[in-house]
């Protein structure tokens, strides 16, 4: 069974700053891995998707990083903004033998952007 | 582009009603799955919907069940319902293809059971 860790749950970090949000996960068998960001009480959005032949996405200030045989993702926030505070939530897609995909959560990281 | 919409954005139920939620999914995708959120945890993974046909179930209760129609469009429909349903539920569309299918995710439904 998939299981997904989000380390730290929060974080508050000055404004300015550059930070990195950990994702790790326990079967390497994945077919992709998302970074999504939910504000309070809204629904998730899309940040990065990293196919499982990836090493890497960029986004903007985002970059996100698969290595699979470790069973790590990582995400970089560059010059954080108070904006940019919100839950980050990891997710891990694997294909079902029907050939289609379901996403596995952690329970996110929350992060705090101190003007 | 609307992008995945869900409706209602609230509700509040008695416990033991049904309650029916409703899906539409971003243009050009066909497949539809749902996720519930229980407060401070990441979603979990009810069920998929693929060409009218339910894919994948997770670990849910059979009082959880879903349809699709042909515009691919879903609803949720959670019977008998228990105050521990109450949570967010979140519908995904994605449309699969060998590069890994991108989900995008509606604003959710708060489903309060009192």
């Known amino acids: 069974k998939q299981e997904v860790t989000q380390i730290p749950a929060a974080l508050s970090v000055p404004e300015g700053e550059n930070l990195v949000l950990n994702c790790s996960f326990t079967d390497s068998a994945i077919y992709n891995l998302q970074w999504f960001r939910q504000d309070p009480g809204k629904g998730l959005t899309s940040l990065l998707l990293i196919q499982s032949s990836q090493r890497e996405q960029t986004s903007g200030r985002l970059n996100a990083s698969l290595d699979k045989s470790s069973g790590r993702s990582t995400l970089y926030i560059a010059a954080s903004q108070p904006g940019d505070s919100a839950t980050y939530l990891c997710a891990v897609g694997v294909i079902s033998n029907f050939g289609n995909e379901k996403l596995t959560f952690g329970t996110g990281t929350r992060l705090t952007i101190i003007p | 582009d609307a992008g995945v919409t869900q409706s209602p954005t609230h509700l509040i139920k008695t416990r033991g009603q049904q309650v029916t939620l409703r899906c539409s999914p971003k243009?050009?995708?066909?497949?539809v799955s749902w996720y519930q959120q229980a407060l401070g945890q990441g979603p979990q993974f009810i069920f998929q919907?693929?060409?009218?046909?339910?894919?994948q179930r997770g670990n849910f209760p059979d009082r959880f069940s879903g349809h699709q129609f042909p515009n691919y469009s879903s609803e949720l429909n959670v019977n008998a319902l228990l105050l521990g349903d109450s949570a967010l539920y979140l519908c995904?569309?994605?449309?699969?293809?060998?590069?890994?299918?991108?989900?995008?995710f509606g604003q959710g439904t708060r489903l309060t059971v009192v």
């Open positions: 243009s050009g995708h066909d497949t």
């Open positions: 919907y693929y060409e009218e046909e339910e894919r």
């Open positions: 995904a569309s994605s449309y699969p293809d060998r590069g890994g299918a991108e989900a995008f």
